[in-house]
């Protein structure tokens, strides 16, 4: 597959007329709710980026269960959060002792860059088997999928968020001094299909009517059924996250190679889904906050910061040129310090990336675990992964590789101590 970054096919001008024909007074709606979230835009990123690291909310493992509405209202607005002490600061620094001895007596591990690898296409070694099962980060995940909720009142009762699965997914081990560029600002979890979709359209629904505020980034009703990979392309997660996450093996500060978020998701949100409805008037600048200076345009395919990637599609990802009114130099910000055993999660549609530079004098290591329910789909795809692993092969959201069967170190189904984690996994556990 190519992975030269293309324009937005032609065809995209009639999804657009789709769109805007499928809400009441499209365009004037819209374009009143365009205005509004410039100049929301305008004041809230000049607050974001006076707070730095700071806008990000912290909790202690130990707290979940007891955290007043403000905070956990605080969390949700923010769409991010700091765990701390998830996993014992020990067992998580074995756990990076043990990554390490993996890749250093399997020298042909795929990873990159290729000559001093340092992000790894590996799934299943000990330490990650581990850590996805460990009872405390099945518990955080599970907490954090409780975030969500049925708005309408309707009932799911194939969807259960009070029992997590596990998402196999890779890991890192940055070295300090190392430029990285492989990250810079977007969102997982589904590109075009955001508007291709109608289902995942419907996540959006209050945004594409005009009515923005009322929008529900945590409202399950569409998102459970929504299809994220309409385009099959490798890396594009077929399952429904509640939120991405790591967890933390080693210290890791602002400046040493740390994620970085747009921290409010309902803003960023309302303003990437209707950006590619408006243009600058003639003459006007792309950086204008004044509503004045912009214009309802259906007229050209371009969805900003969604490209063709051969016959998929990748995105979205935000610039300064696509989407100049998130400021974005100065409000992606850096997650605080964190140390082993510390996990850091945000919601599926937060802005990320991960900071360019590594001035710190350690590795930073970090294991990918995100938080996900269980679902009709998500327990299908599970049972895919539980093959994958019991072959050593990639799961199957990820490229194909030549697997870890013959590596020393693979993890075992033993490795999941707990019967939490090995029914997370979609291994049936025997009750005593």
């Known amino acids: ?23 009441p007074d499209f365009e004037a709606r819209v374009t009143k709710a365009w205005g509004e979230i410039l100049q929301e835009l305008d004041k809230t990123t000049k607050e974001i980026a006076s707070l730095g690291p700071q806008n990000v909310p912290e909790v202690n493992f130990s707290e979940l269960g007891s955290l007043t509405p403000e905070r956990v209202k605080a969390i949700k607005e923010k769409g991010c959060v700091v765990i701390r ?66 708005r309408s009142g309707e009932k799911f009762e194939e969807v259960d968020l009070t029992t997590p699965l596990s998402y196999a997914d890779r890991f890192r081990i940055r070295h300090p001094g190392v430029q990285w560029d492989a990250h810079p600002p977007h969102i997982d979890g589904g590109s075009i299909e955001r508007w291709e979709d109608q289902v995942f359209r419907g996540c959006f629904a209050e945004i594409l009517s005009g009515d923005w505020r009322a929008h529900d980034p945590y409202d399950l009703r569409n998102r459970i059924n929504a299809r994220s990979s309409l385009y099959k392309r490798p890396n594009q997660s077929t399952v429904f996250r509640t939120y991405q996450g790591w967890l933390a093996l080693s210290e890791t500060a602002p400046n040493e190679g740390t994620l970085q978020v747009f921290p409010n998701v309902l803003l960023s949100n309302a303003y990437i889904v209707l950006r ?157």
């Open 85 to 150: 002490d998830v996993v014992d600061d020990a067992e998580a620094r074995e756990w990076q002792e043990w990554l390490r001895e993996y890749v250093t007596k399997n020298p042909d591990i795929e990873g990159f860059p290729e000559n001093d690898k340092q992000f790894f296409q590996l799934y299943w070694t000990k330490s990650q088997i581990r850590a996805r099962a460990h009872p405390n980060v099945l518990e955080t995940t599970k907490w954090l999928n409780q975030m969500y909720h049925v």
């Open 276 to 432: 590619p409805f408006f243009t600058p008037k003639e003459g006007k600048s792309v950086e204008s906050f004044d509503p004045e200076d912009w214009q309802f345009d259906i007229s050209n395919p371009d969805f900003p910061g969604i490209y063709s990637l051969g016959q998929a599609f990748t995105g979205p990802r935000p610039n300064t040129k696509s989407h100049p009114h998130l400021r974005l130099d100065e409000t992606m910000v850096s997650v605080p310090k964190v140390f082993p055993g510390d996990m850091v999660f945000w919601h599926c549609d937060v802005v990320h990336a991960v900071e360019k530079s590594h001035t710190g004098k350690e590795d930073s290591t970090v294991m990918y675990i995100p938080a996900v329910p269980y679902t009709p789909a998500n327990a299908a795809y599970v049972e895919k992964q539980k093959e994958s692993f019991l072959k050593g092969l990639a799961p199957p959201d990820f490229p194909v590789t030549k697997g870890e069967a013959h590596c020393e170190g693979l993890g075992k189904v033993d490795d999941m101590e707990s019967p939490i984690g090995k029914r997370a996994m979609g291994f049936a556990v025997e009750v005593a």
């Open 1 to 23: 597959m190519s992975t030269e970054l293309g324009p937005c096919p032609p065809r995209f001008v009639e999804l657009k007329k789709e769109i805007a024909a499928s809400y």
